[in-house]
């Protein structure tokens, strides 16, 4: 599967964004979905996960409250909605697949994510 994430940019503290992240190829449907994101200097973490059916999401403490992970399993898209926005949310956000079908839990752990989109910028200013 190939992922293609957009809809960063360029925001002042407390506006809103929404990213997408397009799959293409089959299967979509039966993979669990996570965000993730690097800030520069640091490490990769994990952001929002959303189980195949969409029934089961989970959120970084960081984030919860904020963010809202969905999916469209019919257009082959995940969403991430960011809302609150701060400047340490400052970051290249990836989505990622996990390739386990229909796997009941979502992971937060990036080496459970085979595949991964190339990412989107998002910039918070102060």
């Known amino acids: 599967v190939q992922l293609q994430a957009s809809g960063g940019g360029l925001v002042q503290a407390g506006a809103s964004l929404r990213l997408s992240c397009a799959a293409s190829g089959r299967n979509f449907s039966s993979y669990n979905m996570g965000w993730f994101r690097q800030a520069p200097g640091k490490v990769r973490e994990f952001v929002a996960g959303i189980s195949w059916s969409g029934y089961s999401t989970g959120y970084a403490d960081s984030v919860k409250g904020r963010f809202t992970i969905s999916r469209d399993n019919a257009k082959n898209t995940v969403y991430l909605q960011m809302n609150s926005l701060k400047p340490e949310d400052t970051a290249v956000y990836y989505c990622?697949?996990?390739?386990?079908?229909?796997?009941?839990?979502?992971?937060?752990?990036?080496?459970?994510?085979?595949?991964w989109g190339q990412g989107t910028l998002v910039t918070v200013s102060s």
């Open positions: 990622a697949a996990d390739p386990k079908r229909y796997s009941t839990v979502y992971t937060s752990t990036d080496a459970e994510y085979d595949y």
